[in-house]
């Protein structure tokens, strides 16, 4: 058992039991394990695991039996296909970001143009309005 090698993310109580007390006197946290070699598979944990303000003790126990070696395949090949989509997610995050940044900078030459145009049917309308004054005196 590699509980220091382990790597797990914490998990709601959806287990019965009740959580056993670590070495260090408190109650264990039962957490999900995202290895390779046991993909889901949800064991207890010290709580100040992951604390960098405490040193958790080692303690780990197993919740879940062993997965079988088909399953294990399964598993790891749709946790590789969650990896693939987080990862399309990812890309797919950065285009939108790329894209918002482009249309606030058209958003912004067209409001650049917005302002010259007004500025321009101004300067017209007050060089026509100075020309008719000119042509009645």
């Known amino acids: 058992m590699t509980s220091s090698i382990s790597t797990a993310s914490s998990q709601g109580k959806d287990d019965s039991e009740t959580p056993p007390v670590c070495k260090c006197g408190l109650r264990a946290k039962s957490k999900r394990s995202t290895t390779a070699a046991n993909p889901g598979r949800r064991f207890y944990g010290c709580v100040l695991y ?39 997610r990812c890309m797919m995050h950065e285009k939108i970001q790329l894209r918002d940044e482009k249309l606030r900078m058209m958003d912004e030459k067209i409001q650049r143009q917005q302002t010259r145009e ?20």
Not at 118 to 137: D, E, P
């Open 50 to 88: 992951g604390k960098q303000e405490h040193v958790p003790c080692d303690f780990f126990k197993w919740i879940d039996p062993p997965v079988e070696a088909r399953n294990d395949e399964m598993l790891a090949d749709l946790v590789g296909k969650l990896k693939m989509m987080d990862e399309q």
């Open 118 to 137: 007004w500025r321009l049917k101004t300067l017209l309308v007050g060089s026509w309005a100075m020309f008719l004054c000119y042509l009645l005196m």
